[in-house]
Every structure is written in structure tokens, then in C-alpha cells.
């Protein structure tokens, strides 16, 4: 089995972080449409409170009951909200990082690379240089 490179090990935790941080934003934007039709059933309960139609008086309690509770789940999701964009945010800071460092081993393994390369030509210039005292026979 060859050798696995430094820069390909953290290209797969890239791809790895990355997709993580594609989670937390789904989280987030599903967290942000429900806060969003929190928001609109609180307008349509404010809107039957404040009616002047007698149907909705009989119900005004049950309205301000309703209401409530819906306050009260908007604050959750906004906490969870605030939860999961840090959560976003942290996920993207090590995908970045990891990124960087990825690059960063990949500049190192290719400048290796290079110093190999001109080694080897080295080795091989010596190579066929021979000493003069090689080209003397003796007999």
C-alpha cells in the first residue's frame, strides 16, 4: 500500500469539514423558515385579536393563549438560531484552517519533490564523470 501524502490526508478532512459545515447551514436555514412561519402565524393571531368582527371575540382568550405560546417558541427558535450560526461559523473557521494547512503541505511536499528531482540529477551528473586516474590502464 503506498504511502499516503500529508496534503491528501487533509484534503479529505477538507472535504470532510466542509460537508459538516453544509450541515450546520441546512440546520440554520431550516431553523430560519420555521422562526419565519412562527413570525406569520403570530401576525394572522395579532390580526384576529385586534378584529372588529364579533366572531373573534368569543375567542380572544384562546387567541392570547395561542399567542403566547407562540412568543414563547419564536425566543427557542431564536436561541437555536444563534446556536446553530456559531455552530456554522465554527465549522467553516476549521474547514478554512484545514484548508490552509493542506496548501501549506502541499507547497512542502512539492518543493521535497523538487529537491529530489535535482538530486537525482546531481547523482546522475556524477555519475558519468569519471576520475582520471580511472582512464589510465595499468598492465
Known amino acids: 500500500m503506498a504511502k499516503d501524502r500529508k496534503s491528501d490526508k487533509l484534503k479529505r478532512l477538507v472535504s470532510v469539514q466542509r460537508h ?9 436555514a ?7 412561519e412562527v413570525g406569520n402565524s403570530m401576525g394572522v393571531v395579532m390580526d384576529a385579536i385586534s378584529s372588529l368582527n364579533e366572531l373573534h371575540r368569543p375567542f380572544a382568550r384562546n387567541y392570547a393563549e395561542r399567542f403566547s405560546r407562540l412568543m ?6 431564536s ?11 465554527k465549522e467553516r473557521t476549521k474547514g478554512d484552517r484545514l484548508e490552509d ?33 580511472s582512464k589510465v590502464r595499468t598492465s
Not at 431550516?30 to 419565519?36: A, E, H, P, W, Y
Not at 436561541?79 to 461559523?89: D, I, S, Y
Open 101 to 133: 494547512r493542506m496548501k501549506e503541505a502541499r507547497g512542502l511536499e512539492e518543493r521535497a519533490e523538487e529537491d529530489e528531482a535535482v538530486y537525482d540529477l546531481l547523482d546522475m551528473t556524477m555519475a558519468n564523470t569519471t576520475p582520471a586516474s
Open 79 to 89: 436561541n437555536l438560531q444563534r446556536t446553530h450560526e456559531a455552530q456554522m461559523l
Open 30 to 36: 431550516s431553523t430560519v423558515r420555521q422562526r419565519q
Open 72 to 77: 414563547f417558541r419564536d425566543q427557542q427558535l
Open 20 to 28: 459538516l459545515e453544509k450541515v450546520a447551514e441546512t440546520e440554520l
